[in-house]
């Protein structure tokens, strides 16, 4: 690897980063770039491909992409067979640790330590733990999202709620909720979107990690697990929560016919547009547990390099440095709806502060972005069982009246089953 | 059809029962029309409408139209699956015939291969074929999405079923006119099993114009995508799925089945009929 413009003055403007101050003995490059879920980064990906190919002219950008992170990880696990690996790909977080286990993803620290300090360019600490996996730098965060509170303020309003002054713990939001559910005829009060990963973000709040530090055993099934479970278990009983697939709960959110639904950032626009004029549609912060301070799961895509030729390489980085950058962050945000990834993105007013005004319902996402914890991804081949595994029992608390200490006992069980044949 | 001249009622109701059946099977595709109109809001409103408030719109489609190149995959569809189709009859039908009609050693066992065949399903395969058409380069092509379904086995046994009924004297008579066995086959046998491959033909494209399993694998990016991937795009699990836009894309990437299906309609029925076929 060339070293090449590790300069101060470069990496204060984006824009002067991007134009090679030091002429550089490299022709034109083509490079692939592969992203999952068109649908909802494609036209990010656009945007960006056209600011990058202004500032880069000699380095050409050809995406592919698959229709969801699954697929999109067994493209990549199956081009890494038959070497056909496109320089640069963008994963899901918490499948992002498979491909640094199994030696797919490059090491990014090196890359990022040459241009200088990555925390002066927005890669602050905790941003890249998001993608920090097998003691590796595996990849660098593009989107990100975490969940959040939508809220039909009418329904609200008709249960005797001031819209303003919601409550900011569980205790009031289930309060809340229950009291929809009884003083609107024919409305629920709430639903939760339950998963690994909202798991997660529950026994986040709590306190409470997926594995101990060394990862030697789970640490899920202790106290926090307990009370994590404890609180699923009131959503059905309290505050009346139906049984309901994600689609429908979006119908029953978007159709009027309910309070609270709890879900990702990431639906968001979807959600938006469901509604439309039907009703006013709000967002808020995630509730915290009385008493703790707000912790979150993480959700989102990291983009990791696979290039091996030295120039093809070099290319993907640039590409992948500037769609991580702090414009290319703010070109993210705005054609996506997700959280940017780049502290001087989300601190510097010049590059979203305009678009959040203008679209208040994205902004409680990036405000409670301080509070954000790596969504964990367990070791070894059977991650995604794993994760099924804990969206099952979750389930089985929500949706089947069962008792949270005997689920979370078996839950613990299962899971470390799992873990010890890994092989 | 029955003969129902004398009394018009049993002919009445026996419409009407037909009608409602056909309606209610119909409503899944009405419905995918009705929504394809609808803007999002619409679609998520607690009432149901079929017919679109205020007269539909079109943006969904329009939508398709701009970010997905739905010519080009609905004319890869048609190159895939026309390429597969020609395939599969020029190998089933010869082989069909030797094995109904030839006697040569080793037929029986050639038929237990066959229906063998039938046994393996083709996600089996699937991980081998990529690794083999990897290597000699040939994924994200065309060849790669129709070389797999060239032989038939299906049609190797529904043909063979089909030929076994036809009568000796046929063939006979054939030969002693001089023709060979091929031209028999092409001149002779194939016009008399025109029912059973029609049949066959929607059965086939049906199957590959709709298959997401394999071009899935085989195929990234537009170049090569078939028709069934572009309905694909629409769908995303993390940040929901586009509903108006996923119903318009379905409508534009089924409408020329629908369009084959209303043209060649007798036909079709015919084959099913006479084969002994039903879905």
Known sequence: ?423 | MADGRANPWPEAARLLVLGALGLLFLMPYLWMVSASLKPLDEIFRASLNLIPEGGGTLRNYARVLAEVPVLQYLWNGVVVCGGILFFQLLFAVPAGYAIAKLDFPGRDWMFGAVMLGLLVPYHVPALPLYVAFSWIGWLNTFAALIVPSVISVFAIFLFRQFFKALPDELIHAARIDGMNELSIVWRVILPNALPAATAFAIFSVVAHWNDLFWPLIAVTGHDRATPALAILYYRSEEAGDDFGALMAASAIMTAPLVLAFLVAQRRFVEGIATTGLKG
């Open chain 1, 1 to 423: 690897m060339t070293p090449c413009l590790p300069r101060r003055a470069a990496l204060a403007l984006p824009a002067a980063l991007a134009a090679p101050a030091i002429p550089r003995a490299q022709g034109a490059v083509a490079i692939t770039v592969h992203y999952p879920q068109p649908l909802a980064f494609k036209d990010s990906f656009d945007a960006i491909a056209a600011a990058f190919a202004r500032a880069e002219p000699q380095i050409s950008v050809g995406f592919v992409t698959s229709p969801s992170y699954a697929e999109g990880a067994q493209q990549v696990l199956r081009q890494a067979v038959t070497d056909q690996l496109p320089d640069l790909s963008f994963q899901s977080f918490n499948l992002l640790r498979m491909f640094a286990e199994r030696g797919i993803a490059q090491d990014l620290a090196p890359l990022l330590t040459r241009e200088g300090d990555p925390a002066a360019s927005g890669y602050t600490p905790p941003l890249l733990a998001l993608a920090r996996f097998a003691g590796i730098q595996a990849g660098l965060p593009y989107a990100a999202s975490n969940a959040i509170c939508y809220l039909n303020a009418e329904l609200l309003r008709r249960a005797g709620f001031d819209r303003d002054a919601l409550p900011a713990d569980w205790d009031g939001h289930l309060a809340l909720a229950g009291a929809v559910s009884q003083r609107v005829p024919g409305a629920d009060g709430m639903w939760f979107a339950h998963s690994e990963w909202t798991f997660q973000t529950l026994l986040y709040g709590h306190g409470g990690r997926m594995m101990r530090e060394d990862e030697s055993d789970i640490a899920f099934d202790g106290p926090e697990g307990l009370a994590t479970m404890r609180l699923l278990a009131r959503m059905p009983s309290e505050a009346r929560m139906p049984p309901l697939n994600p689609n429908a709960a979006v119908q029953a959110l978007a159709a009027g016919r309910l309070g609270i639904h709890y879900r990702s950032t990431a639906v968001l626009a979807s959600i938006a547009q469901a509604v439309g004029r039907n009703f006013e549609l709000r967002t808020t912060v995630w509730p915290v547990v009385p008493g703790r301070p707000r912790q979150l799961a993480i959700g989102g895509a990291a983009g990791m390099l696979t290039a091996r030729d030295p120039a093809r390489r070099e290319a993907a980085w640039r590409f992948l440095r500037f769609a991580t950058g702090a414009e290319g962050q703010a070109l993210m945000a705005m054609a996506s709806g997700y959280v940017p990834c780049n502290q001087r993105t989300i601190d510097e007013p010049r590059w979203l502060a305009e678009f959040y005004r203008q679209n208040p319902l994205f902004r409680p996402a990036v405000e409670q972005m301080s509070a954000a914890l790596p969504w964990f991804a367990f070791p070894g081949a059977n991650a995604t069982r794993i994760a099924l595994s804990i969206g099952r029992h979750v389930e089985q608390v929500l949706e089947r009246d069962a008792d949270p200490a005997r689920v979370l006992a078996e839950m613990a069980a299962d899971v470390r089953r799992l873990l010890r044949s890994r092989g």
